[in-house]
């Protein structure tokens, strides 16, 4: 990102000075949002909590670990099991997750996909 563009100056706002009702959040949310938004992409992060309301603002679309793992089961990439191995890898390098297994990630989605239908 260059040093005075409308990205730049967005990364600025978000890790020095937010606007009214926003608050700051680290650098690298910061970076990937004001990518995201000034590029067209698609923000990955599971940090949902500081992200959520600049993805809303800014109208970017988002996916999370878990997200990107149902796809990939889905498209029979990987197993349940492998999910679950990976999730657990994930987990033991403190990577912040919202459930302790794959699987239990999996009961919680199809919960509120059932409840969306």
Same mark, same amino acid.
């Given at each position: 990102?260059?040093?005075?563009?409308?990205?730049?100056?967005?990364?600025?706002?978000?890790?020095?000075?937010?606007?009214?009702?926003?608050? &700051?959040?680290?650098?690298?949310?910061? #970076? $990937? =949002?004001?990518?995201?938004?000034?590029? @067209?992409?698609?923000?990955?992060?599971?940090?949902?909590?500081?992200?959520?309301?600049?993805?809303?603002?800014?109208?970017?679309?988002?996916?999370?670990?878990?997200? &990107?793992?149902?796809?990939?089961?889905? #498209? $029979? =990439?990987?197993?349940?099991?492998?999910? @679950?191995?990976?999730?657990?890898?994930?987990?033991?390098?403190?990577?912040?997750?919202?459930?302790?297994?794959?699987?239990?990630?999996?009961?919680?989605?199809?919960?509120?996909?059932?409840?969306?239908?």
């Amino acid at each position: 990102m260059e040093t005075g563009s409308k990205e730049y100056n967005d990364y600025l706002q978000m890790t020095t000075l937010p606007e009214k009702g926003m608050r &700051i959040i680290g650098r690298g949310e910061a #970076a $990937g =949002i004001a990518m995201a938004k000034h590029r @067209n992409g698609t923000l990955a992060s599971n940090n949902l909590r500081d992200i959520r309301p600049y993805v809303e603002k800014f109208g970017i679309s988002h996916i999370t670990t878990g997200d &990107i793992m149902i796809e990939a089961m889905n #498209a $029979g =990439i990987i197993t349940e099991e492998e999910g @679950n191995t990976i999730w657990s890898d994930m987990i033991s390098k403190r990577r912040m997750l919202p459930t302790s297994t794959f699987s239990e990630y999996l009961t919680n989605y199809r919960k509120t996909e059932e409840k969306e239908e």
